[in-house]
């Protein structure tokens, strides 16, 4: 108590009122307090300001404002403006990553150092194809090539269906008028609008080349099936129905949904040798919330530095230890690298994003990155699409990131730039015909994990495995006008899922899913190189930091080594 007293007077002289929590501190922790002086004016100390209290470079801060945000911080308001005073105060650390990128560009991470006793030199490089990258130049685009857009779709979709429908014949809208109330007919169809009755059934009106029907779908007990499908249906995607005509053939009780589907659940593809491919998403370099550390840990590790993770788990969140020896086979057996867009952190991409960067320059961003890659070896394979952050338009499909940014990256040999979404071969050779990978940035997944009530219920965003499974039944990227901004190609929907892939590879949404067999498909939603955003806090969207799955492509396994540090744990729970 009588050392309680002495503190508190001790700060009373210089005019400070202490905060409870610090006087704790000083206690608990024995901090030297006396020789603490008074600089500013009276404020009350807390924690927050004593621990930078004694750093010249925040002399400018004011710290009668700081208090009143931490007050308002601490009932809830106002709690941005608080956290961009804490980032001011905290600026000597921004200046510790800003020192770490510099070392990591100067090359104090050197390859070699960890490479020659693990990697098996004479083998040959990994083998990759580009599938599908799309490259068609901006124009200006009119109202009609919207319209043929949606034609072009349907054209390039009707076949998936076709075979399918063999229960009743297959009209178009147009025909229905001259069939008879009760027969039972197949419609092909895009869909023109949802909505609910009063009494809770569904209405789906679906438009063909010829004209547009309503469907209905009852709530009935027996209807069940087909109700729980219709409560899956978005705008603008296409979709067959069985059905039967009512009254005056205006509308068609509904007694099927058939969606686009990838045809039958095919076998889990298997390479006859043992390759490797990883995966990266959203590293977002330039951001203040890089997170530089962890990202040089991962080149370590794929460099034979087995030291430098937190752990090895299965794609079953099963922890395990590998044998050093076979860690190190098969680091020296990744030959494919995939990095699904957001490579940058960009500049103009929200309002005042300039705030939160730390290389406000983006070619200087990307530098960096191609300084980062080039401490990958060489024999790696690194495929990069574009996402939203880079420095390419936002509309899809999106041709590859801008050359004149991204130069260094362009010029590196073992870098292959693809268009988003863009396909890929990886690991063909004479006898075997290799993997297609469809890699897509994700732009268009809030939109879904939203208005499916399914994937909303079930955690929304968090939920990469239910938004990937739903796009892949609806064999489209983004189906719904609005889900995301796109180039209304009138010659090709190039958003359309034309083949099932072997990878579906996404990112976008900070969160990892690895699951590598889906009904023959790997998915996998890549981890960030970015911590938590200030933006994601405020939606409670906790993004998966610095993970890295692993994905054998003998055997269709996915490891995943974890790089994320002990303290975000802590911060995290
Ligand atoms: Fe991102």
Request: hydrophobic share 35%; aromatic share 8%.
């Amino acid at each position: 108590m009588e050392n309680k007293k002495k503190i508190i007077n001790h700060f009373l002289e210089k005019d400070f009122l202490i905060s409870e929590n610090l006087l704790d501190k000083i206690i608990s922790s024995n901090i030297d307090y006396e020789s603490f002086d008074k600089k500013e004016d009276n404020i009350i100390l807390n924690e927050d300001i004593y621990s930078h209290f004694e750093d010249e470079h925040i002399k400018g801060i004011d710290w009668k404002e700081f208090e009143k945000f931490k007050v308002m911080d601490e009932k809830g308001k106002n709690k941005e403006i608080y956290k961009k005073f804490l980032n001011m105060i905290e600026q000597d650390e921004k200046e510790g990553i800003e020192k770490k990128i510099e070392e990591i560009e100067k090359g104090k991470v050197q390859t070699n150092e960890y490479s020659d006793d693990i990697l098996i030199k004479d083998e040959k490089e990994g083998n990759v194809e580009i599938i599908f990258s799309y490259d068609e130049k901006s124009k200006k685009r009119s109202v009609l090539d919207f319209v043929n857009y949606f034609r072009s779709r349907f054209k390039q979709m009707e076949p998936m269906f076709k075979s399918r429908l063999n229960n009743n014949p297959i009209i178009s809208i147009n025909k229905i008028k001259i069939k008879s109330q009760n027969d039972k007919i197949s419609l092909i169809g895009l869909v023109n609008n949802t909505s609910l009755t009063k009494n809770g059934h569904i209405i789906i009106e679906l438009e063909d080349l010829t004209g547009k029907i309503k469907i209905l779908f009852t709530n009935k007990a027996e209807n069940n099936e087909n109700y729980e499908k219709a409560k899956e249906v978005v705008l603008d995607e296409m979709i067959a129905i069985e059905g039967t005509i009512g009254q005056n053939n205006e509308i068609i009780f509904g007694d099927n949904i058939l969606f686009a589907e990838l045809s039958l659940i095919k076998e889990l593809k298997k390479s006859p040798k043992e390759e490797y491919a990883v995966f990266m998403g959203d590293p977002h370099i330039g951001a203040d919330m890089f997170l530089a550390e962890e990202f040089e840990n991962m080149i370590k590790w794929i460099n034979g530095d087995l030291d430098c993770y937190k752990k090895i788990r299965s794609s079953n969140d099963e922890s395990i230890s590998l044998d050093k020896e076979e860690e190190k086979r098969i680091i020296s057996k990744i030959k494919y690298m995939i990095i699904t867009g957001d490579v940058v952190d960009g500049v103009g991409i929200y309002p005042a994003q300039e705030s939160d960067l730390f290389i406000k320059d983006i070619k200087k961003q990307y530098d960096v990155f191609a300084e980062l890659l080039k401490k990958i070896p060489s024999h790696i394979q690194i495929i990069i699409n574009a996402g939203n952050h880079d420095a390419m338009r936002i509309a899809e499909p999106q041709p590859i990131i801008y050359k004149e940014y991204a130069e260094k990256l362009c010029e590196m040999p073992n870098v292959i730039m693809v268009s988003n979404p863009g396909v890929i071969n990886i690991g063909k050779t004479e006898e075997f015909e290799g993997f297609n990978c469809l890699l897509y940035h994700g732009y268009s997944f809030t939109y879904y994990a939203d208005v499916i009530e399914d994937i909303r219920s079930k955690g929304g965003l968090t939920r990469a495995d239910l938004i990937m499974q739903i796009l892949l039944k609806k064999r489209h990227l983004a189906p719904s006008h609005g889900s995301t901004l796109y180039i209304p190609d009138s010659e090709k929907d190039n958003l359309v899922i034309e083949q099932a892939p072997d990878f579906f590879v996404t990112g976008h949404i900070h969160r990892l899913t690895s699951i590598p067999n889906y009904k023959g498909i790997s998915l996998l939603n890549c981890s960030t190189w970015m911590g938590e955003t200030a933006f994601q806090e405020k939606v409670g969207l906790k993004p998966q930091i610095a993970k890295l799955p692993v994905a054998n492509l003998k055997t269709r396994e996915i490891l995943i080594v974890d790089f994320e540090k002990e303290k975000e744990d802590v911060k995290n729970e």
